[in-house]
């Protein structure tokens, strides 16, 4: 059986058919059926005639191109035999082509040679034209030095690395150079080919550019020298070098002179001469690759005059802080992750971080008009204007408050959240203690929120017990034996989940305290802890611990209230239920819904009922607010980080403990079967629900993004949410 060959069949209508044959005739033939199935589709406008059927020429591919079909090529009209099939070539076809008067251009050209003999590319070295070599994956030095001759466009786009010899004759190319497939190269090599591949920027460049900005491309260039930065220091406008690397301070002081903005943000380094240079130019200054700066850096660029981009920088010294914080014009800082709280004040200003009167006055009249969370300090005329404001006031981005501010907002009546305060002064607890008002848009009394505050002196403690309303100190992680006695006299809720360890003695006062008493923090708990504890009266959470003794159990089994202990073991809880069988009632106000065994996949989601009072949202059908607590649920996934303040939004919307829910649902949710699930409630729902749904979801879901902030990605997503649930409604 006669063996089955490649053939490329080429058609007067420049369609091109491979197909696999015994024999050019029997591969006309099949080349034709190919072109009546496809041609039709796919070109129906170029197929118009018999003549395009005519065969141009017919191909047996093979690996090794000859001189035969190099002459063939040559002397065919247009070149259309196609000798991209080939990865060979013998020396005397590079001879031939040598001679052919037009381009081996990307298709149909030579990029299907895999290897060139240093005699090939002698010869191909003499074509002039464009020439691709794309396929080669190695290139010798003397191939390299023989190419280099060529005169016209080449392409070498294969090659992932070059020797230095090879990188310094090629650099010699007359012409567009392409070697788009490098990753390995020396510091030696890199300099060679940096003017050659025009990603090196010269005084002759410059120049050019100057003289027709639109014929250089300066954003490609990787390199400066210095003579180029003196040139386009004359240049007036926009400059791109964001892919310049290194700046040389000569470099520097010459960009400062130009007249415009500058971007270089392909800057990785910034010496503190080069900074002091560029803090003098007037215009944008772009520095996004930056991700360290030295103090002496910094103390120049805050001397700088326009707007200043530094996004990639993630922390800042003090010191750094202090002196950018002096800026005059627009500061950019959006990646800093980690800040202290004093370099917080210091850059809150330039930031457009500083709560001043006027922007308060503006939130008075429509409250709409700014997140206040979004500050890190108030002035304390704003202090005294948010006074006379009646309603929730979230300040939880404020880091510090001077004891007039604290004064003042002392006197408004609403909850007030200062969760980002890290330090607070006795005079300012004394204030705040004062803080009272009518009835709450968080909880049924007026809470302050002082999450943010770590440290508590016993004076400020002493002060804070004389407040009127529940008293949130989550973060505080240090409690001495006489604050806690002072809390103990606090009437309210009193939630203390940062701390981590409780003295017996601190334990007995808190056991006096009447209200709800959140500990969750707590790892470990003496007996005698244990036994104070249980004497108090209200909600008693304890959710962190994973382990009690008997004579713990059997003490806290006296309490009386709700006792949440969650954080026990399955295996744990029921031991401790044997002690608490005495009391049937409080085993039923045993929390175990955060004990349970996690789903099967089969199982639908289910959200454990909140342990307080339900939210704005109770008047909404229970369908409908499962519908919107999934939805939340997502959100707050989606983020990654469940932070206080939509703790806080959660619990105002769904009712107190929504948020303690949410976090645990998210551990056991299958996400598999998450949109789904929520898809066939949606459909379930009944028609006013699905008016109300469509009507207010997406401000309501906005809402919960925006109060620490939307970003772009949030908002994608959540206008992907709307879109879902549209569907959903009229399905």
């Known amino acids: 059986m006669p063996m089955k060959k490649n053939f490329t069949v080429i058609y007067k209508a420049y369609f091109t058919v491979g197909v696999e044959a015994t024999s050019e005739e029997e591969a006309h033939g099949l080349s034709y059926e190919e072109l009546i199935r496809t041609a039709f589709v796919e070109h129906p406008r170029n197929v118009v005639s018999d003549n395009n059927f005519e065969i141009e020429s017919i191909t047996e591919e093979g690996d090794v191109l000859t001189s035969e079909i190099a002459e063939t090529y040559i002397a065919s009209d247009h070149g259309l035999i196609n000798l991209e099939v080939f990865k060979e070539i013998e020396d005397a076809a590079a001879e031939s082509l040598s001679k052919y008067k037009g381009d081996f251009g990307r298709y149909g050209g030579l990029n ?249 006055e503006q939130y008075i009249a429509d409250e709409n008009s700014c997140n206040l969370g979004k500050f890190w300090e108030i002035d304390d005329a704003a202090a005294e204007s948010l006074a006379k404001h009646e309603g929730e006031l979230i300040l939880n981005g404020l880091t510090e408050l001077s004891d007039a501010a604290a004064e003042s907002l002392a006197k408004h009546r609403g909850s007030l959240g200062l969760g980002g305060l890290t330090d607070l002064s006795d005079a300012a607890a004394e204030s705040l203690a004062k803080h009272k008002g009518f009835l709450s848009l968080l909880l049924t009394e007026d809470t302050l929120n002082l999450w943010g505050l770590t440290d508590l002196s016993d004076a400020a403690a002493e002060s804070l017990s004389k407040l009127k309303s529940d008293l949130h100190l989550n973060d505080l992680t240090e409690l001495s034996d006489a604050a806690a006695e002072s809390l103990a006299k606090h009437e309210g809720e009193l939630i203390l989940n940062g701390l981590t360890e409780l003295s017996d003695a601190a334990a007995e006062s808190l056991g006096k305290h009447e209200g709800d008493l959140r500990l969750d923090g707590l790892t470990d708990l003496s007996d005698a802890a244990a036994e104070s504890l249980a004497k108090h009266e209200g909600e008693l959470n304890l959710g962190g611990l994973t382990d009690l003794s008997d004579a713990a159990a059997e003490s806290l089994a006296k309490h009386k209230g709700e006792l949440n202990l969650w954080g026990l073991t399955e295996q744990r809880l029921s031991e401790i239920q044997a002690h608490l069988k005495a009391n049937t009632e409080r085993l039923d106000a045993i929390d175990k819904s955060f004990v349970e065994p996690i789903p099967e996949t089969s199982t639908p989601i289910q959200i454990p009922p909140p342990a307080g009072p339900r939210g704005k949202l109770e008047e909404l059908s229970p369908e409908l607010q499962k519908v919107l607590e999934l939805n939340c649920i997502y959100m707050t996934a989606m983020g990654n980080l469940f932070t206080e303040i939509e703790q806080e939004w959660v619990d105002r919307q769904f009712g107190i403990g929504s948020s303690t829910h949410f976090a645990r649902v998210i551990e056991i949710v299958n996400w598999d079967q998450f949109f789904p699930h929520i898809h066939s409630l949606i459909v379930a729902l009944p028609i006013e629900d699905k008016q109300w749904i469509q009507a207010n979801s997406t401000n309501l879901f906005r809402d919960f993004l925006e109060c620490d902030g939307l970003d772009s990605e949030e908002e994608k997503q959540l206008n992907q949410l709307s879109q879902f649930i549209k569907h959903a409604c009229s399905s």
């Open 112 to 360: 299907g040679l895999t290897e060139l003999s240093d005699a090939a590319a002698a010869s191909l070295g003499k074509h002039k034209g464009e020439l691709r070599l794309d396929g080669l994956t190695d290139l010798s030095d003397a191939a390299a030095e023989s190419l280099a001759k060529h005169r016209g466009s080449l392409g070498l786009d294969g090659l992932t690395d070059l020797s230095d010899a090879a990188a310094e004759s090629l650099a010699k190319h007359e012409g567009d150079l392409s070697l788009e497939g490098l990753t390995e190269l020396s510091d030696a090599a890199t300099e060679s080919l940096a003017k050659s591949l025009g990603k090196f920027l010269t005084k002759e460049i410059a120049e050019q550019y100057i003289a027709d900005d639109e014929s250089v491309g300066l954003w490609k260039c990787e390199g400066i020298d210095d003579a180029a930065a003196e040139s386009l220091a004359k240049h007036r406008g926009f400059l791109s070098l964001y892919n310049i690397h290194e700046l040389s301070d000569a470099t520097a002081e010459s960009l400062s002179k130009h007249d415009g903005g500058l971007d270089l943000d392909g800057l990785t380094d910034l010496s503190d001469a080069a900074a002091e240079s560029l803090a003098k130019h007037e215009g944008d200054l772009h520095l996004g690759g930056l991700t360290e700066l030295r103090d002496a850096a910094a103390a120049s660029l805050g001397k700088h005059e326009g707007d200043l981009r530094l996004g990639g920088l993630t922390d800042l010294s003090d010191a750094a802080a202090a002196s950018l914080g002096k800026h005059k014009g627009e500061l950019r800082l959006d990646g800093l992750t980690d800040l202290s709280a004093a370099a917080a004040v210091s850059l809150a200003k330039p930031l457009g971080r500083f709560l001043t009167k006027e922007i308060v």
